[in-house]
Nanobody, 115 residues
Framework: QVQLVESGGDLVQAGGSLRLSCAASGSIFSTVVMGWYRQPPGKQRELVATITRGGTINYADSVKGRFTISRDSANHAVYLQMNSLKPEDTAVYYC?????????WGQGTQVTVSS
């Protein structure tokens, strides 16, 4: 079992920045992939960015060049630095981890970008 707790969501103006954090606990050493997904209002959950234990990173095209994912293995955390935010980035952001082919999700943190 892996437990994930997100923080850092907020209301921000377009063009602003936010940093999301996700703290992992439990069977954290079995995690292969960690990352972030988001669910905009009225839409399905979508990939934002993932990072493997080996450091391979994958971004959604819509956030490339604006968002940066990082992983702190020592502190069992993953972060998402979001710059140049747009109203279309408004969503509930979920931390994600995969361990032994099992997905785990955090409770979500709201990010709202005003125009």
């Amino acid at each position: 079992q892996v437990q994930l707790v997100e923080s850092g969501g907020d209301l921000v103006q377009a063009g602003g920045s936010l940093r999301l954090s996700c703290a992992a606990s439990g069977s954290i050493f079995s995690t292969v992939v960690m990352g972030w997904y988001r669910q905009p209002p009225g839409k399905q959950r979508e990939l934002v960015a993932t990072i493997t234990r080996g450091g391979t990173i994958n971004y959604a095209d819509s956030v490339k060049g604006r968002f940066t994912i990082s992983r702190d293995s020592a502190n069992h955390a993953v972060y998402l630095q979001m710059n140049s935010l747009k109203p279309e980035d408004t969503a509930v952001y979920y931390c994600y981890a995969e361990a032994y082919s099992t997905p785990y999700w955090g409770q979500g943190t709201q990010v709202t970008v005003s125009s």
